[in-house]
């Protein structure tokens, strides 16, 4: 049921909180609306972005209560909140939606927005933890604020409705589909070539091929304008055009190398309308007899002349320069219906002489076979042709400047696409209906009874036989002027031809500047910025018009374009076959974000439609194609290598995903095989960049061969711990990408460090790409360390053991932790930023100074104070780096970086104790065969006895010569369980004297006291039943020291602790001695599952 007006309602358990009702737009009249409820079924909130009044929302209200809504209603849905008569708090400070108080936020379009968005503001709504969290009673909101506030927006709105009001206020012209698109596109794509080139073609086709020359080249555009359609409505388009929909397709790579060739070829292609203008003009001027200086002159000059009128009116702003497009419009609209008219126009004798005799039937017939003449064929009147179909980008280059692309561009451009063909296939058919092929154009050329004549033009009384033996002027094949001939009124044509030149220069003219501005802004290439700003209220290129003027002044001064002509159609072909191929990528890529409004396209006509593109770019000038992919592929491979800090969510990404996730469940289906193991390790670093050299060496063996994921671990109040984590991600992963480590970061958020830790060796990974191997620093801090800290990472080893992974712990003299060095630097960095700034102000004040003359001299003190002030902040600066040098620990810098070395010539010393699945092994040998360890030979330490050394060397070298492990040298230890000597063993219980209980000395109540109350304390029964184990180790440490000294790096077998048995200092007291005063070491110790074969 709905609600109504009756206080009852609001007792009534069956009520659904989220129905309210829509009552009408005068809500004074209570009483009404309580008989419809009654009576009408019930209805249910609706929202809606209009301002119709059928539409607008009601909330009801108790009686008496009206008042505490009259501020609900304004503008329609627009609202401003107030009390609610029902809120628990004393203050309202949540907008009511569903009927209850709630700081959820219906969808609305503006929290969808990009930041800089100029079509709206963008709102933020409220955080996933406001909405999670109970809610504080204490807000208190402003009447104004309240709305905002309830739906997530910051106070920062009035300062975004006060710029668009500005925008609004500043008159920025934007433009419909027709003005915007249609028109430009029409008169970008009918060009010189309906005027002076179809007839000929026609000729040359006949009709039933012409049309077909015709129908394939708008296959080309038809395929393209569709996917183009459908990248368009895919999301909001912004300026750039073919450069905007191919990078944010398929990314900077592709965008970035096809817009700086478009661009160029919009700017070389204004030259070549220029000069087809001025070439028309000066075969006038020849006709007459009026030329300035001669023909190659007369074009530069009309050249220049023309294309600095066609500069201004571009600069002038893209209003005068859209006004200017529908008057050309107009012109050539009239000279194509003129041509029509001509056509029905009574011939005349002159006429006839010429092959024009109105609509014949045997004309018609004649001319619709092909007759190639001269060395032309099919695919060569085709790449003549071509280029007239292009201009179908002319409006979508200008997206910027249209009110809505994505319906402006594909209503636009298809429209275009379709007037312009049946405009084209009308002249064509109309023209070889009405024009003979040859003709003399001698009246007196007349039918002679008892002559043999050939053609239809025999039959109308005319024989022009006399053409198939020596060359004539007029007709189709002869004559680029027929369409003035057969025209009502001549003149007409040539302003048409005027008209189609202009018009394509002047789009051509405008498109290239917002192309490469819109380039510049990316900044993609990173010295082109200077012509990313814009002027005026359309933010106009004007820097960009300049550098096209430039350009289009280069061309046209050589006035010879036949040769660079092929390249710029093959420039337009490429990006139109770019085009298609972004279609076809995105659906490809099936990403959730691909979902154009436009439906009519499929992903492999638009393939179809890029590798014809591709063809047709070969057929028209093969060179011309090589070299467009010639250079494309320069400037991509340039653009990958500076790899661009951009993210436009291109279908290239979604593509990587699904390759990687194909790859990973592909993955799952092979089993594990030991000739495929790799070392796939978790590496304990905290924050990567604060133990580098833990990374370094686990980097070393893990690159390009394994899994690496640097791990973190928050500890603390949830929210905290979840807010530092999610804001440093980014950050850290960033680090690794640009120190080259090819590692994963992974953080989680845990109650205490084992705690996290255990979750990041349970579930981390994907997959079989699943971590095998636990990497940690040794914590050389145990003996002042709290006894948590050293449960926590004694029972990480532990937990490592139990779920099965390797265990690896690395340590280096002057340990791992440079975050003291870290904080110091960037103190550093901050005082030496703020002398800068010093600097720079003393500079402006001493300008000012020189500028303002003897007002300067009252602001000498002020510069004087400043100056002292620079000088006693340098000498801080100054002390505090003499401060620091002694902190900064030029060892531990040295320590952190010492595995990114080049390792000079020396040994690595495997002491490979215990047999754990080869891991010890396989390490050592894989830092080998890496560049900065190449130089270092493998030795090997294993226990013996001493009557078996040589036996021990053979059976030893035997097995590494199966596993095809090169070695330098076999060392057997045969005395490693022979007690060690009294100073060793003195200095090992002088370090574990702290730690023990001493439980042999007291009572048994005082023993077990203590037990309880230190149960982490080594006791006596503990020491002696572990004795033997102790001795190893101090021993081991002492044929270290006389072995390994000088190694570079040192490899050991971990000793394992059992669970539950050895205590926890006990065991850090056993990797303590073991690896003290020793080189880097490497304690490793294997799941015991081998990493080594030696079958094949």
């Not at 292609?269 to 200086?293: H, I, N, P, R």
Request: with cysteine.
């Amino acid at each position: 049921m709905s609600m109504n007006n009756s206080p009852n309602v609001f007792l009534d358990p069956n009520a659904n909180r989220f129905q309210v009702n829509i009552i009408n737009e005068s809500h004074d009249n209570n009483e009404t609306s309580q008989e419809d409820v009654g009576s009408d079924p019930p209805h249910y909130e609706e929202t809606s972005f209009t301002d119709e009044a059928h539409n607008r929302l009601r909330i009801s209200y108790r009686p008496g209560k009206k008042e505490l809504y009259d501020n609900f209603l304004q503008n329609g849905e627009k609202m401003e909140a107030s009390l609610h008569p029902y809120d628990t708090h004393t203050k309202m400070y949540y907008l009511q939606t569903f009927g209850h108080n709630t700081v959820d936020p219906v969808p609305k379009i503006d929290y969808y927005r990009n930041t800089g968005s100029i079509s709206g503001n963008k709102l933020n709504r409220p955080s996933l933890l406001e909405i999670h969290e109970q809610l504080a009673k204490n807000i208190a909101v402003t009447t104004g604020s309240v709305e905002r506030v309830a739906n997530g927006e910051s106070t920062t709105g009035d300062e975004a409705a006060v710029n668009k009001e500005e925008e609004n206020k500043s008159g920025l012209v934007k433009f419909g589909w027709v003005k915007g698109v249609l028109v430009r596109c029409m008169l970008n794509i009918w060009g010189v070539m309906l005027f002076i080139r179809l007839s000929w073609i026609i000729g040359q086709a006949g009709i039933g091929l012409g049309i077909i020359v015709i129908g394939l080249s708008v296959v080309v555009t038809t395929l393209t304008g569709i996917s183009m359609s459908a990248i368009c409505t895919n999301g909001v388009v912004r300026g750039g055009g073919a450069y905007y929909l191919i990078s944010r397709s398929l990314g900077p790579e592709f965008g970035g190398s096809i817009g700086l060739i478009f661009a160029f070829a919009n700017a070389v292609a204004v030259a070549m309308y220029v000069v087809g203008f001025a070439e028309t003009v000066v075969e006038l001027l020849k006709e007459s007899d009026t030329l300035m200086v001669d023909e190659s002159n007369d074009i530069r000059i009309i050249g220049t002349i023309t294309v600095v009128c066609l500069l201004g009116i571009s600069v002038a702003g893209m209003e005068w320069e859209a006004k200017a497009q529908v008057i050309l419009l107009i012109v050539l609209l009239v000279a194509i219906a003129n041509f029509f008219i001509g056509t029905v126009i009574p011939t005349n004798n002159e006429k006839k002489a010429r092959g024009f005799f109105n609509y014949q039937a045997s004309i018609f017939a004649e001319n619709f076979g092909p007759d190639f003449r001269s060395g032309e064929g099919f695919f060569s009147v085709f790449a003549i042709f071509f280029p007239a179909a292009t201009g179908i980008l002319a409006g979508a280059n200008i997206s910027g400047d249209l009110k809505d692309p994505q319906i402006a561009i594909p209503k636009g451009t298809m429209l275009a696409i379709l007037i312009t063909t049946v405009a084209y296939i009308g002249v064509a058919i109309c023209a070889a209906s009405c024009v003979v092929r040859d003709a003399t154009g001698n009246i007196n050329d007349t039918v002679v009874p008892g002559m043999s004549c050939n053609g239809s033009a025999c039959s109308l009384g005319y024989d022009f036989s006399r053409c198939a033996s020596q060359p004539c002027d007029y007709g189709l094949m002869n004559n680029f002027q027929v369409m003035s001939m057969v025209s009502g009124f001549g003149p007409l044509i040539t302003a048409g031809i005027f008209s189609a030149t202009l018009s394509s220069a002047l789009a051509s003219l405008v498109s290239a500047p917002k192309v490469f501005q819109a380039l510049c802004k990316d900044n993609v290439y990173k010295g082109l910025e200077f012509f990313a700003k814009g002027y005026g209220k359309n933010n106009e290129p004007i820097r960009g018009y300049v550098l096209t003027f430039l350009i289009a002044m280069a061309f046209i001064l050589i006035a010879e374009l036949n040769t660079i002509a092929p390249i710029i159609s093959n420039f337009f072909l490429a990006s139109y076959a770019l085009i298609n191929f972004s279609c076809f990528h995105a659906s490809y890529a099936k990403s959730p974000g691909w979902r154009p409004a436009f439906r009519y396209y499929n992903m492999w006509v638009s393939l179809f439609g890029a590798l014809l593109c591709c063809g047709v770019m070969f057929v028209i000038n093969w060179w011309a194609a090589l070299i467009t992919y010639a250079i494309e592929l320069f400037l991509y491979i340039y653009v990958t290598y500076k790899k661009p800090e951009v993210n436009w969510g291109s279908s290239t990404q979604a593509l990587y995903y699904v390759n990687a996730l194909d790859s990973a469940l592909a993955l799952t289906t092979v089993e594990d095989h030991v000739k495929n193991f790799r070392p796939q390790c978790i590496v304990l670093t905290g924050a990567p960049m604060i133990r580098p050299a833990l990374l370094d060496i686990t980097h070393t063996f893990t690159k390009n061969n394994g899994l690496c994921i640097c791990c973190e671990v928050y500890t603390g109040p949830r929210k905290l711990c979840v807010k530092e984590m999610n804001s440093g991600m980014a950050k850290k992963q960033a680090w690794l990408t640009k120190n080259k480590r090819k590692a994963f970061y992974a953080a989680v958020a845990a109650d205490s460090f084992r705690d996290g830790v255990k979750s990041l060796l349970q579930a981390s990974g994907l997959g079989r790409m699943k971590p095998n191997t636990l990497v940690i620093g040794f914590k050389k801090d145990w003996r002042n360390a709290p006894a948590t800290q050293v449960e926590n990472y004694v029972g990480i080893i532990h937990d490592a053991f139990d779920f099965e992974l390797g265990m690896i712990i690395v340590r280096i003299s002057q340990g791992f932790d440079i975050s003291q060095v870290l904080q110091v630097q960037e103190e550093l960095e901050k005082l030496e930023q703020e002398r800068l700034a010093l600097e720079a102000t003393i500079k402006e004040n001493d300008f000012e100074e020189r500028k303002s003359g003897i007002c300067g001299f009252f602001r000498k003190a002020t510069t004087l104070n400043i100056s002292k002030h620079e000088l006693k902040r340098e000498s801080t600066i100054n002390t505090m780096q003499s401060m620091h040098v002694g902190e900064f620990n030029q060892k531990l810098l040295e320590a952190s970086t010492q595995f990114k070395k080049k390792q000079g010539k020396g040994t690595i010393d495997i002491w490979w104790l215990f047999d754990d699945g080869g891991l010890t092994i396989l390490i050592p040998y894989i830092l080998t065969i890496r560049k900065k360890w190449k130089n270092c030979k493998l030795r090997i330490f294993t226990g013996g006895k001493a009557n078996r050394i040589e036996e021990e060397k053979l059976v030893m070298a035997s097995l590494l010569s199966k596993f095809r492990i090169k070695f330098a040298d076999i060392n057997i230890i045969c005395d490693i369980n022979i007690k060690p000597n009294k100073e060793s063993w003195k200095f090992f219980e002088e370090m574990i004297e702290p730690y023990r209980l001493h439980e042999s000395c007291k009572d048994i109540t005082t023993a077990e006291k203590l037990k309880r109350e230190t149960p982490w304390k080594i006791t006596d029964a503990e020491l002696e039943a572990f004795k033997e184990k102790s001795y190893r180790q101090v021993r081991l440490n002492e044929l270290l020291q006389e072995h390994s000294r000088a190694a570079n790096l040192i490899v050991l077998s971990l000793p394992v602790a059992r669970k539950g048995v050895v205590s926890d200092y006990l065991y850090m007291a056993w990797l303590e001695i073991l690896s003290k005063n020793l080189p880097p070491t490497l304690m490793v110790r294997g799941n015991h599952k081998n990493v080594l074969t030696f079958y094949s």
